[in-house]
Nanobody
Framework: QMQLMESGGGSVQAGGSLRLSCAAS?????MAWFRQAPGKEREGVAS????????????YYDDSVKDRFTISQDNAKRMVYLEMNGLKPEDTAMYYC?????????????????WGQGTQVTVSS
């Protein structure tokens, strides 16, 4: 059973930056970040195909974070990162790392097999 552990959340002011990290206990084909704000459904933020194959490194972003967030990987360390710049109050949420045992195909939460416990990001205006 793959285990995922997030870190790096915190509180920042609008316009600030945070870097989230996710450590995986095993290799997977695809990892992603999701977020869930109080009273709202979980939504996909970004995904990345893992490794160096034809699809390795390819990324996908939700429109709400495009040009502000960057997802990256360190495959040797089984780590995935989410660099968040230009944070807005509406980015406030619990952020979750997720993994699936097939290549990424969008940001449908139901297609991901493994989930971390989450790390809180709070952006004040």
């Amino acid at each position: 059973q793959m285990q995922l552990m997030e870190s790096g959340g915190g509180s920042v002011q609008a316009g600030g930056s945070l870097r989230l990290s996710c450590a995986a206990s095993e290799y997977s084909y695809c990892m992603a970040w999701f977020r869930q704000a109080p009273g709202k459904e979980r939504e996909g933020v970004a995904s990345i195909n893992i490794g160096r194959g034809n699809r390795g490194g390819s990324t996908y972003y939700d429109d709400s974070v495009k040009d502000r967030f960057t997802i990256s990987q360190d495959n040797a360390k089984r780590m995935v990162y989410l660099e968040m710049n230009g944070l807005k109050p509406e980015d406030t949420a619990m952020y979750y790392c997720a993994a699936r045992r097939s290549y990424c195909s969008g940001l449908d939460a139901d297609s991901y097999n493994y989930w971390g416990q989450g790390t809180q990001v709070t952006v004040s205006s």
